[in-house]
Every structure is written in structure tokens, then in C-alpha cells.
């Protein structure tokens, strides 16, 4: 399977999710949204920050467990199975593609004010642009998104400095906040259909999970680099707006659709002629590029990560020498272009925004179906807190956001799910044979599960890699190792081996080799070409424990095909066995997983007399030197 790069940082990350937000939410739609709330917009945009954090908690838990390129479609995929795969890919697509293509027109409302240029032709030039960037490569385009971030966060900070100082000279101040007509002006009901509108302003905080895969150290950056973008945009959103009620006429604010540089050109008089809506013309360009940029970047990530899984023709999952999606990149240009020239994008774009809402209430809804559905190789570097209520939350949320949004909200939602089953069934049905998580906790109901999942995570976690703190080579200092001879039976094996690790750990041989065999059964024993890990987690133990046995001629694996993934056709002659303290599951699982992937990494099989030792060498620095017999 091609694999991306890690090449982006924590402000990669900090940046993208940023970039993502800051675009029409603050420059154009501030004005439009106090029309229907009065100087109570700015509550409007805090209950929208505080509403949108369980998407946030979902994402972030998901893309520290799954960071696979694709983000939401993946977890979608992953959780419910490739139906919902395709409807949530497809239907993210199709709203990243919209939104980017209105942010790039966004740009002509702010451009005239200077430049006398045709709205449609530029939009085009620069989606090309953006294009074109994003296939040099992911760190290029991550470069220009941090430095359009800064360039908006400090004009952005500069512009909520000098509107405060602004607002204790303005003779409304504070105290318009008093009066019921210009705070509510049509009431509860008002304030919460503001809330309904400037909601998908923080819609972008979530597009970095479509690029965890490339992102280093995904278990801190992700959760850590969200975290800090959602408390950047929720201040600038609500000083911002604040200054902006302040300052401006009502009448006028209600109607302005570049209420940013209006506000600037009325409280930035000290700098000299229009330096105040210059700032803000560069700020406001600075915001739309960057969203159009990261909107190209992450975008392109769908329709890779769905040909991957075998949902789209598999030329959209090739990658080139500098790991870039080139076809996927591609697709997604050309698709903002068409949009560009064929359709009012400022029209359906509004309403692609429903679609992202039925996104996060799929992704809540995915966190649940993990977690319930207890697979061990689901290990989040986060964990969302309040499970469930958070998730149950980000389910009703944005279902009450999309019905508050009106019939026409519902009825595209509802055609996106018409076209992705229907490309579903015609077309990648008969293609795939994956099925979710769901099947997991239907297994713990009496119904079916499907192993493959659990493997794929399992090569997840290896892919994820060892954490800084890890003590990995550290486990074979002290390993034990332990020869046989062929032949032999798993029962057998396994009882020799438990045998002699209970005899070292002090612990009942007969309890030990159940539980090695109870997990092998299940089939939670992953099983490379040379060897197997036989692995568990015990109470009370204080140190994890290695021992690794070698039987000359191999151990045949007849594993009970109705529970365990496997009936490996080769006899497997080695055998590193795992045995970890119960209380720290996570690291356990890590270490299983990279001692799978090393193993799977040793070129030919380990079949000769000094076997153990070139195998111990593939696992470790330090091979250990204490045999048992």
C-alpha cells in the first residue's frame, strides 16, 4: 500500500486547522449574522466554539488511533463499514471542493475594494495555483500555509488590540449590550438560528485529520495543534465581532459585506490614509488563499484514501517520488474549477455545509462503535473525555444544526446519501469485502465480527511507531530464549515456554499458558512469515517480560478457523512471547505491534542453526544472552 510522508509538525497542524477557519466566517458573514441577533452575534459565535468541541474531541481521538490519510472517511469507513465509507468520502469531497472554490471568491469582495479585476477568472488562476503548489509537495504547501497563518494571526491580533482601545472611546460600548433590541433583536429563537449559521465557520478545526498520516508524532500534534487553532479562532471570532457591533452603525454593519475593513477604516484613522484597510485587504487575502490552500491539500486526501480502500479506481491511490497523490491533487483542482465556472458556489456551497454537520454526528457516532466494539489495536493517543455523553452530544448537535438550517439543508444532505449509495452499489461493491468495527460489537452480541480490522489496526499502531518514552530495546536485555525441538505442538509449545516464564515471574504456569492460548484462539496472535507473537496482559505483574523460542522444524498453526484469522500454511519457527503489566495496555500493544512489523521486515525466514540470533538482531540492538533450556 503507497504510504505518505510524515513530514508536518505541530505547526503544520496548528496551521491547516487555522487557515481552515479563518475565511468567509469572520470576513463576510459577521454582518449578515448580527442581522439576525443583533449585538448578541457574539454569543452566537462563542455557543458555536463550545458546540463544535465534541467533533473536535471525536476527531482528534480517531486520527491519534486511525491517523490514515483521508481522515473522517477513514474513520467513518473503519467504523461502520465502506457503505458509509463511500457516502461520508464522497459527500466530504464534494463539500471541501465547494466551500474552497467560495473561499477563492471570497477573496474578489475584499480585491475590489483595491483592484478593479473579474471575480471568476482570478478564483481560477489561484485554484490552479494552490494546485499546483500541492503537487510539489506537503511540506512545500504546509511552508506557505504557516506563513499565511502568521501573516492573519498577527494582523488579525493587531486589528482586536486597536478595536478594544477603539470601543472604550465609542459612545455605544458596553453599554449597548444592555439594550434588548440591539442585543436580541429577534429574541432566543434569533440567537440560536445565528448559531445554526456561523457554526461552519469552525467547520475547518477538523480538516487536519484528512492528513494525519503525514503528520509526526500524530498522538501529540493532532489533539495538541486542534486544541490551540479552536482557542485562536474562538477569541478572534468573538473580539473580532465584538469591535465589529461596537463600532459600526447597525444599520450599515447589517448590510456590509466587508465588515473587517469597514470597521479598520473607522477606528484605524491614526495610521496614515487607508493603511487600516490595507491591513485588513491583506489579512482577508491571507485568510481565503489559506483556506483554498489547505482546502486543495486535504481534499485531494479523499478520493486517495478511497481508491486505496478500493472505492475509486485504484490510479486515484497512486502517489510520486515525493509522495504527493498526483491523480487524487489533480482531480480535485479541476473539480473546484468546474465548480468556479458552472455553479453559483456561494449558493451550494452554504448548503455543503449540512453535509459536513451529517459528518460529525457520524464521527461522534464512530467514536462509540470503537470503542464498544473493545478491538485491542484500537489505541488512541487521545482519549475524548466524557465518553459517551460527549459523543452522544456531537450526535444531536448537528442534527438540531442541519434541521434549524431548513428543508433545503436536509434535502441536499439527504441526495449525497442517495449518490453515494448508489456509486456503492453499482460500482465498489463487488470490490470490497471490508466491514467495520460495527461487526465488533455485533460479535459481542452473538452476531459476527470481521478480523480483518483488526489486523489493519494492528499495522496502524506499528505505523504510529514506538513513543519517545518507550522502553523497546530495553525488553530484550533481559529476554529470555528458549530452543526446542520439532515436532511439537502450539499446546505444547506454549506450555514449555509458559512454563518456564511463570517459574521467572513467579506465576501460575497453568493460568499463564491458558492465557497465552485463550488469546492465540481468538486469533489476537499476530502471525508473520517468520515467526508469531503470542502476547497478553497480566495483573500485578511490575515489567513486561520477553521471551523468545526457536523450534527447529516449526510448530504447524491449526488455529480454529470460526474465531482465529489465520490457518498459516508454513510451519512458524519462532516465537516471541510478550507478557505485560494489565495497567498499561497502550504501550503493550505497541510493542506487539513493532515486534510484528520487524518480524515482517526480515528478508528470508529464520531457518538456520544460529537463527535466534539474526532474528534477535532484526528485533533489537542488544540481543539478550540468557538461555533457558
Known sequence: MAKLKKNLGLMDV?????????????????????????????????????????????????????????GSYFFVDRAMGPLFGMIGGLGTWVALVLKSAFALIG?????????DLPIIPVAVVLTLAFGVLNLVGAKESSRLQRVLVAVLVVILGFFVI???????????????????????????EGIIATVGMVFVSYAGLTK????????????????????LSLATATFIYCAGVYVMTVVLDPSEFYKDLTPVATAADAFMTWLP??????????????????????????????PFAMARDRLLPDRFGEISAKGIPV?????????????????????????????????????????????????EFYQPGFRSPLYPWMQIAGIVIPIWLIWEMGWLAVGFSLGVVA?????????????????????????????????????????????????????????????????LQGPITLDEMMARASDILADELDLDPNDLVHCFMEESRLGMMPIEDNGAVPHHLYHGLEEPQVMVVHVDGGVPLHLDEATAHVVHDAPISNFIFLLSPDEDAARHYRYVAE???????????????????????????????RAVS
Open 14 to 70: 496548528y496551521a491547516i486547522s487555522t487557515g481552515a477557519m479563518f475565511s468567509s466566517g469572520f470576513f463576510l458573514l459577521p454582518g449578515l449574522a448580527a442581522a439576525q441577533t443583533g449585538s448578541s452575534v457574539v454569543l452566537a459565535y462563542f455557543l458555536a466554539g463550545l458546540m463544535i468541541i465534541p467533533a473536535m474531541l471525536s476527531q482528534a481521538e480517531l486520527a491519534t488511533a486511525m491517523p490514515r490519510a483521508g
Open 107 to 115: 477573496m474578489g469582495a475584499y480585491l475590489v475594494i483595491f483592484f
Open 162 to 188: 486597536q478595536g478594544f482601545a477603539a470601543t472604550l472611546d465609542s459612545p455605544r460600548g458596553w453599554a449597548s449590550w444592555g439594550d434588548d433590541y440591539t442585543f436580541a433583536r429577534n429574541g432566543l
Open 208 to 227: 487536519v485529520a484528512s492528513v494525519a498520516e503525514e503528520v509526526e508524532k500524530p498522538d501529540r500534534n493532532i489533539p495538541l495543534g486542534m486544541f
Open 273 to 302: 490614509g487607508s493603511t487600516g484597510v490595507v491591513l485588513m485587504v491583506i489579512a482577508a487575502i491571507a485568510a481565503f488563499a489559506s483556506t483554498g490552500n489547505a482546502g486543495v491539500m486535504s481534499a485531494s486526501r479523499y
Open 327 to 375: 491523480l487524487a491533487v489533480l482531480a480535485t483542482t479541476a473539480a473546484m474549477i468546474v465548480c468556479l465556472i458552472a455553479f453559483d458556489v456561494s449558493a451550494v456551497a452554504k448548503l455543503a455545509s449540512a453535509f459536513q454537520l451529517v459528518l460529525f454526528a457520524l464521527i461522534s457516532a464512530a467514536v462509540i462503535v470503537m470503542r464498544e466494539s473493545r478491538l
Open 419 to 483: 449518490v453515494g449509495v448508489v456509486a456503492f452499489h453499482f460500482y465498489a461493491r463487488k470490490r470490497v469485502h471490508r466491514r467495520g468495527a460495527i461487526r465488533h460489537v455485533f460479535e459481542r452480541m452473538g452476531r459476527s465480527r470481521h478480523e480483518e480490522l483488526h489486523h489493519e489496526l494492528r499495522r496502524v499502531v506499528s505505523d504510529k511507531g514506538l513513543r519517545d518514552d518507550d522502553e523497546f530495546d530495553e525488553l530484550f536485555d533481559n529476554a529470555l530464549e528458549l530452543r
Open 595 to 625: 515486534i510484528a512489523s520487524r518480524l515482517d521486515r526480515i528478508p528470508e525466514p529464520q531457518s538456520q542453526p544460529d537463527a535466534e540470533h539474526s532474528l534477535l538482531l532484526a528485533l533489537s540492538v542488544n540481543p539478550p544472552n
